[in-house]
């Protein structure tokens, strides 16, 4: 078939990637001019295990919480948010208390897993350094703090994933660069945690994918996708361009390109923030990656560099920094790991990235509905975690085949 995607984030990548190794000619188009240049440009890198991202999923930490008020807010609305952003809230809220939230977390976990191993394997196969690192460690600083790590924490374990409870001094074995006035009851930590440069993979697999003849056409922005026949209009052409099937992988931009056919997707933007730095000493600075559940901030190391990342922001806010979290950020990366990390350095990176997040947390992957399009976007927190598993299965559903992955959870009549 012929075969047009929208967007060239890490998931349109990989989906042009395994859509041409099933033999479809594949086009991908991507209003920017080069791939991974929104949400995935701005991923802190955690591959696994994808539940522990911060924001994977409204059904984890949502007893510890309050959401928008209280002394820690979890969320805050951004300048101009309105009653739109207040709703999609408590659809969020509502989602992590629906009796299905813990059949989501236990799909969610399966295509984590299914997901990192295709990532593994494509790493194995392109014989390529994407800065990897291991170990993930979840700190507790109280003792109920492990209750803001439920239910996810449950799922894993009766998925057979290896978590281990440590204690303070067990987690700075793990981590000798934390530092020591970091106040700590203990710590758990996945040893087959992963975590690498979600960019820097988008890279490699666009010119792989471009070696199984995809054609890439950047600064093409698709203004609408047309049914009979199936196709796409861009921007500044006079008509349309046809394709057999049409894939929506523009993260938010599919809910918008979807709506013109009576779709609705309660898809939105959750900003949050990544800062890198340049490691300044290896063993001052995190070894793999380090998540604390009070705060939702992330810590880790890609190669030569640390990243940081948090917040989670409702509306664009003209697109304006929140000094607050980002003071915060800067002092965990400098308390937490000291002299880690060069921050005077003019390599210091800050970016606001927008997570595309549906309800519930989970993507749509499959048909959309209307003839024709299909969908894989909204991965919300975990789009790197799940991307490459995501590909493959959107890939054999095309393909009339069973899916490596069961998908159920993920399609779009959940709405
Ligand atoms: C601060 C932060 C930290 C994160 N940390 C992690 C993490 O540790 N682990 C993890 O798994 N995930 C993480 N994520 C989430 C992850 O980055 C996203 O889920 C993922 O990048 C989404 O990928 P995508 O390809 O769907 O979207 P994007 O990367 O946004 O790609 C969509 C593409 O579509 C293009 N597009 C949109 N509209 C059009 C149009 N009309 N025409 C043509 N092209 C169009 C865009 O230009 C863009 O390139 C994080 C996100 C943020 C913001």
Redesign the pocket.
């Known amino acids: 078939m012929e075969i047009a995607i929208?967007?060239?984030?890490?998931?349109?990548?990989?989906t042009a990637y395994e859509l041409a190794c099933d033999g479809h000619q594949v086009t991908v188009?991507?209003?920017?001019s080069a791939?991974?240049?929104?949400?995935?440009?701005?991923?802190?890198?955690?591959?696994a295990p994808?539940l522990l991202?911060?924001w994977?999923s409204p059904a984890i930490g949502m007893h510890a919480s309050n959401l928008l008020w209280g002394r820690q807010p979890a969320f805050r609305m951004a300048r101009g948010a309105g009653l739109g952003e207040y709703r999609w809230l408590r659809k969020w809220r509502k989602a992590g208390r629906a009796p299905s939230a813990l059949a989501t977390l236990q799909a969610l976990e399966k295509l984590g897993q299914f997901s990192l191993e295709r990532t593994l394997k494509l790493v194995e196969l392109f014989q390529v350094d994407i800065e990897p690192s291991q170990g993930t460690l979840v700190l507790l600083r109280h003792k109920n703090d492990v209750k803001r790590t439920l239910p996810a924490t449950e799922v894993m374990t009766e998925a057979g994933h290896a978590l281990t409870e440590v204690d303070a001094d067990g987690a700075r074995l793990i981590e000798p660069g934390l530092s020591v006035d970091v106040p700590l009851t203990g710590a758990l930590y996945a040893s087959k945690g992963e975590?690498a440069n979600?960019r820097l993979f988008?890279q490699v697999l666009r010119y792989a994918a471009q070696e199984h003849g995809v054609k890439f056409r950047f600064n093409?922005?698709?203004?609408g996708v047309t049914t009979q026949p199936t196709g796409l209009q861009?921007?500044g052409e006079p008509a349309p361009r046809r394709a057999d099937a049409v894939v929506l992988?523009?993260?938010?931009?599919?809910a918008?390109?979807l709506r013109s056919h009576g779709v609705n997707l309660p898809m939105a933007p959750?900003?949050?923030?990544?800062i890198s730095a340049p490691l300044r000493e290896d063993t001052h600075a995190p070894q793999g990656?380090v998540i604390d559940p009070q705060h939702r901030i992330?810590i880790?190391r890609q190669g030569m560099r640390v990243r940081v990342?948090?917040?989670a922001e409702l509306g664009y806010g003209g697109g304006e920094h929140h000094a607050d979290t980002l003071q915060k950020l800067f002092l965990a990366l400098s308390g937490w790991f000291p002299g880690g990390v060069q921050l005077s350095s003019s390599q210091v990176q800050i970016?606001?990235?927008?997570?595309?997040t549906l309800p519930d947390g989970a993507?749509v992957i499959g048909a959309s509905g209307t003839p024709g399009i299909w969908l894989?976007?909204?991965?919300?927190?975990?789009?790197?975690?799940?991307?490459c598993g995501s590909a493959r299965a959107l890939a054999d559903r095309i393909a009339q085949a069973a899916p490596s992955v069961e998908l159920d959870a993920f399609g779009v009549n959940r709405f």
């Open positions: 929208v967007g060239a984030g890490i998931v349109g990548v990989a188009y991507e209003q920017r791939a991974a240049e929104e949400a995935s440009f701005a991923s802190s890198g955690l591959l994808s991202i911060p994977a975590a979600c988008a093409a922005q698709v203004k861009i921007a992988c523009a993260g938010l931009a599919s918008a390109l959750v900003y949050g923030y990544t990656t992330t880790s990342s948090g917040g970016l606001r990235g927008a997570r595309p993507p894989n976007a909204g991965h919300g927190a975990s789009g790197w975690a799940l991307a």
